[in-house]
């Protein structure tokens, strides 16, 4: 199935129709609108005529692509269109649906339109939500692998590309000069550097929204917390679905929970609260995202730190038993019981000196040997708040902490010199002393 094919005030838009109409999606995207075809057709046979957009300056639209800026009005004009067809009284009903940076177009949109009628919902996976929350974590530590290579891609041009960030690139000093050493260059770049992330703001507009979210991410995704805040503060009936995946969201089931979600929101029985899988016997389900935590104690110790030869960052399907091994960083066991453990684990790191970055990695060593990245964390200060978690620990399983000075390329390395780890050039080796280490542990 094809779809019928319009241009909306310069933007490329299919429209697939369902036969036996029951709502309308609406899909904005960067990455193709033709790719998303196959996708809309199985929406269509399930009952949702679904309405997918090139955003502006990517693909069939006109105009010039600038990530995160102008999307609610695009979006709201976008929404006047379909309002205003025939076919729309049929089933009028509007689901806004994004993954990434879709999911970015889907709120914005919903900001924008939040006084207009029939919209029934919003559905987000993994949602990129701005150019600062997508640039920084919430302890401002910079996403360089994950930035280059989104923008190495898709920024700054018509196409997507098939380029990718060599790890020479990733080497680069200054981090500043990125932009122009990457082929093609990357004339944005320094405005992805200089990029702050809008919580307040985005807590209180979402806030302001009413109708149903449906939002799905993982805690191997970059954008786990942010998942898991857009869905706690979100103003309407509200459900969440973490699991152990990545940014693919891979084998996660994400549509059949979405059609199954849709269904209830049309039948005005919306779900709320939050399902979280791979744990045993079935996903776990709770209400609010934990707060309760129990603090505990470690001692502390001194490392060298080379940011030529920075600590390494993992994936968290890697085996990091050799990390523990290494001279530049502290590993402290953490004394903890078997069970489910989710929520947000935060490490303060007692060193005397506020003007260094500190990360911190949670593993477990499991029963077959194999040593897990449970979650990790990089804050440009003393305070690191780790990733969304949502574990089991088994009985004889054990928990450790290691503290280090970088997590390379994942983050931007701490140069160990006056200059500003984004635009200086000169890196130091540096002994880090740490008096002592506070975890606080979700309960």
């Avoid at 979210?213 to 998942?227: I, K, N, S």
């Avoid at 609260?273 to 016997?281: E, R």
């Amino acid at each position: 199935m094809t779809g019928r094919e319009y241009m909306i005030g310069g933007l490329r838009t299919f429209v697939v129709k369902a036969r036996s109409p029951r709502a309308v999606l609406s899909i904005r995207t960067p990455y193709n609108s033709e790719a998303h075809l196959a996708e809309a057709a199985g929406w269509a046979a399930r009952g949702f005529t679904t309405v997918v957009q090139d955003v502006r300056g990517r693909y069939g639209s006109t105009g010039s692509f600038h990530p995160y800026h102008g999307e609610g009005a695009d979006g709201l004009a976008c929404i006047e269109w379909i309002t205003a067809q025939a076919w729309w009284s049929q089933a009028p009903f509007l689901f806004l649906y994004g993954t990434s940076y879709g999911a970015h177009c889907a709120t914005e949109t919903a900001l924008a339109a939040a006084e207009v009628e029939g919209i029934a919902g919003v559905s987000v996976v993994v949602p990129a939500l701005g150019m600062g929350e997508t640039a920084r974590n919430r302890d401002r530590a910079f996403y360089l692998q994950s930035r280059l290579g989104w923008w190495c891609e898709h920024g700054d041009a018509a196409h997507s590309r098939e380029s990718s960030a060599s790890a020479d690139l990733l080497e680069t000093l200054p981090v500043s000069d990125i932009g122009g050493s990457s082929s093609p260059p990357i004339p944005s770049w320094l405005s992805v550097l200089e990029a702050g992330r809008s919580d307040a703001e985005r807590r209180n507009h979402a806030a302001a929204l009413h109708c149903p979210l449906l939002a799905q991410g993982g805690t191997a995704d970059w954008f786990g917390q942010d998942t898991v805040d857009l869905w706690s503060s979100w103003g309407g009936p509200s459900a969440l679905a973490l699991g152990p995946w990545d940014h693919s969201m891979r084998g996660s089931g994400r549509a059949e929970r979405m059609s199954a979600w849709l269904g209830a929101a049309l039948d005005g029985r919306p779900w709320t609260g939050a399902q979280l899988y791979g744990h045993p016997g079935g996903p776990l389900r709770l209400e609010t995202w934990p707060t309760a935590r129990a603090t505990i104690e470690l001692p502390g110790g001194s490392f060298v730190a080379d940011p030529l030869q920075p600590f390494p960052s993992c994936t968290p399907s890697t085996d990091v038993r050799g990390l523990a091994t290494r001279s530049d960083c502290l590993a402290r066991p953490v004394p903890w019981r078997a069970g489910a453990v989710v929520g947000t684990p935060v490490v303060r790191v007692d060193s005397g000196d506020c003007d260094r970055h500190w990360g911190a990695i949670l593993v477990v060593h499991r029963r077959g040997g194999e040593v897990e990245q449970l979650t990790h964390g990089m804050s440009l200060d003393s305070v690191v708040h780790l990733a969304p978690l949502s574990t089991h620990i088994h009985e004889g399983e054990e928990l450790t902490l290691m503290i280090s000075a970088h997590a390379f390329p994942r983050y931007a390395r701490d140069l160990h010199t006056d200059d500003d780890h984004l635009y200086g050039t000169r890196a130091v080796p540096m002994q880090r002393t740490v008096r002592g280490i506070e975890l606080e542990m979700p309960v």
